[in-house]
């Protein structure tokens, strides 16, 4: 009985690593947490439109085809057509960028990066408090500098929807004369069309569609996982009706 107990727990334990995601993050800032729900296929629609309206001009996603976000995503080949391949005529095609890299990388200095898998390399987190952490800095060339990226090259893209803030920042002078800077807070200058909640919204949408096409199979994987651990369970029942039905005579 005790040798079953190890082993359902040796069990349990695997299926939690089976469960959970990267949550790789960037430094140590403080990210609010995106709290994104994968298997919300509404928000996803709506992020994968985000992604393209506002996202694709500049950055490609070239590790994942249409036709694979149409299946995952309830969308008929129409809706994909009508609304969200506007640079590709083909549903197996990849989300390629509307703007030449080496173009991209003049105007802007750094080329932006694909985003197939952001989310995953940087964490979801992240990327939710990269796309809210924008604030205006006039010494910055793009006219806005990052919480999480300072100095990024990345503008402002999605002003009119958030508006523009003010980040403050407070000098601590330390015992030893260094300083250290700590972020006190975001206000709001300009109101953008949405307000805070429906940009929160709006971002975290886009950032579950940037997690989904990080790991399309994901799904697949954690129904696949439940199956595993059950099939697991049960083979382990007959593995030890099995040994004593062998070892039965031997004392
Ligand atoms: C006008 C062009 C442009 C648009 C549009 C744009 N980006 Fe970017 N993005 C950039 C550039 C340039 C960089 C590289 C920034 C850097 O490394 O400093 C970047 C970098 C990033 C990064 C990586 C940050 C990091 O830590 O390296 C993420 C994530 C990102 N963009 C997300 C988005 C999302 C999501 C959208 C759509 C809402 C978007 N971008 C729209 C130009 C753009």
Request: aromatic share 12%; charged share 20%.
């Amino acid at each position: 009985m005790d040798n079953l107990l190890r082993y359902a727990r040796v069990l349990l334990v695997s299926a939690c690593f089976m469960t959970t995601q990267g949550f790789a993050s960037g430094d140590g800032a403080q990210l609010a947490a995106a709290d994104i729900d994968p298997d919300n296929v509404n928000s996803l629609q709506r992020g994968a439109a985000n992604f393209m309206n506002y996202c694709s001009g500049c950055h490609s996603a070239r590790y994942v085809r249409y036709n694979t976000i149409g299946r995952d995503l309830d969308l008929s080949e129409e809706m994909l057509v009508d609304n969200l391949m506007f640079n590709a005529e083909k549903t197996f095609e990849t989300i390629q960028v509307s703007m030449p890299p080496a173009a991209a990388a003049r105007w802007f200095g750094k080329a932006p990066p694909d985003l197939s898998l952001m989310a995953r390399a940087k964490g979801a987190d992240y990327v939710y408090n990269f796309l809210k952490g924008f604030y205006v800095d006039e010494e910055s060339p793009t006219g806005v500098d990052n919480l999480v990226l300072p100095g990024t090259s990345m503008p402002h893209v999605l002003w009119e929807l958030q508006g523009y803030q003010a980040a403050h920042f407070v000098k601590h002078e330390n015992k030893d004369g260094s300083v250290t800077t700590t972020f006190e807070g975001f206000e709001q200058l300009t109101a953008g069309k949405m307000d805070s909640e429906d940009y929160d919204e709006f971002v975290r949408d886009t950032v579950n569609f940037l997690a989904y096409i990080a790991e399309p199979v994901r799904g697949f994987r954690v129904d696949l996982g439940k199956w595993v651990i059950i099939y697991l369970i049960f083979f382990l029942l007959i593995a030890r009706m099995l040994k004593k039905q062998i070892w039965k005579d031997v004392k």
